[in-house]
């Protein structure tokens, strides 16, 4: 089963109170405003959560996408003559 991260859209995050933003980022809220204000403004959607190694801020946790190998074991087949 692959993997997918939580991400955050940067514009609904605006939209909550500096207290709320102060909890969820665990800073002050005015501060963690200004961080997605500032990421809003080069670009960026989204923010991942921690852990996520294929993140893009265009488009969020992209771990579900990486190839993945899996074993299949294929039973012998009776020869029939």
Known sequence: ???????SNIEGLLGQS???????????????RQVLINLKHIGHKYIGS??????????????????????VRVPAQKQIN
């Open 18 to 32: 500096a207290k709320t933003l102060g909890r969820l980022f665990n800073m002050n809220g005015k501060d963690a």
């Open 50 to 71: 921690e852990g996520c190694t294929n993140f893009d801020p265009m488009k969020g946790c992209r771990c579900g996408e990486e190839t993945m190998e899996i074993a």
């Open 1 to 7: 089963m692959a993997v997918r991260h939580v991400s």
